[in-house]
């Protein structure tokens, strides 16, 4: 799969959670992997020998990767009119709570926003530090601007999504991330089929694990645990794994890619739980 320059390879990252994690929990065992993307063979992601054991493993992101894309580029708009701007002075933060409906891209509303949103901050440049205004507000989320400093002239994205917890409303909306990426990911190993034996990778392979990437970044081990009991329909599926927040850790197996420390959400090997 081709990637933007400076896009994190995903599938590299949770393969190597996976293995060091598989690792820690009996370092005896003997484990072999191959990269199937290397071999432009495609599903499964990766082949994994556990003592003996061939596994299919799949990797998937819970998180929507357009919507980031959109709010990327929706703050490199606004840093940019920040830059243009020597009136607005100090030091601030934009943060994106959810998933608010932000204007497609170049569209009037856009443009709009990103013109409100610089008023704003020269509205900000005299007020008091600490205070803040919602720029953007629905059902789905809003967009927040916050004054932090007087000092220098800068702006910053903030992706305040734990705020959410203690409602449950990020609970819930991670379930349903992970339900969906299930729900898709099944149908996809249905559908691909091996043309000489006329079977699906699901007929072929008993043992499939899950890999989930995330890329949003809740990183809070009990929470999504908590996100996972609100799930069904997995038991087709050995095992389930996610690797969590970035950490000091290396990755071993593809050291140009970021570490990550994980955990199982579901495996039939209760030596994995």
């Not at 959670?17 to 499964?44: H, M, T, V, W």
């Not at 607005?88 to 569209?107: C, D, E, F, Q």
């Not at 919602?134 to 967009?143: A, F, Q």
């Not at 990911?185 to 699906?200: D, F, M, P, V």
């Amino acid at each position: 799969m081709r990637r933007k320059a400076g896009r994190i390879n995903e599938e590299h990252v949770c393969i190597d959670s996976f293995i060091q994690r598989l690792k820690e929990i009996d370092s005896g065992q003997k484990i072999f992997y191959c990269d199937n993307s290397e071999a432009k063979l495609d599903p499964p992601d990766f082949w994994v020998k556990i003592s003996g054991t061939i596994f299919a493993v799949e990797v998937t992101s819970i998180t929507d990767y357009d919507y980031e894309a959109l709010c990327t580029k929706f703050f490199d708009d606004i840093r940019s009119e920040f830059a243009t701007s020597n009136i607005i002075k100090g030091t601030y933060s934009l943060s994106v709570i959810k998933h608010p409906r932000i204007p497609k891209k170049g569209t009037f509303g856009w443009k709009t926003l990103i013109s409100t949103i610089a008023t704003r901050l020269q509205d900000m440049a005299n007020a008091p530090s600490g205070i803040k205004y919602n720029i953007l507000e629905d059902r789905n989320g809003e967009v927040i601007i916050r004054k932090s400093s007087d000092q220098d002239a800068k702006i910053r994205l903030a992706w305040d999504v734990r705020c959410w917890w203690g409602r449950g409303v990020i609970q819930e909306e991670l379930s349903q991330l992970i339900r969906k990426a299930i729900e898709k990911k099944r149908k996809q190993l249905e559908k691909k089929r091996n043309h000489l034996e006329n079977k699906s990778v699901l007929d072929q392979y008993k043992n499939v694990i899950l890999l989930f990437y995330d890329a949003y970044d809740y990183s809070d081990v009990e929470n999504i645990r908590k996100a996972f009991l609100n799930v069904q329909d997995y038991n087709w599926l050995h095992s389930i794994f996610v690797a969590l927040a970035y950490s000091d850790a290396s990755n071993k197996l593809y050291p140009d890619s970021p570490g990550r420390k994980g955990v199982f959400l579901y495996s039939k090997n209760e030596l994995w739980q």
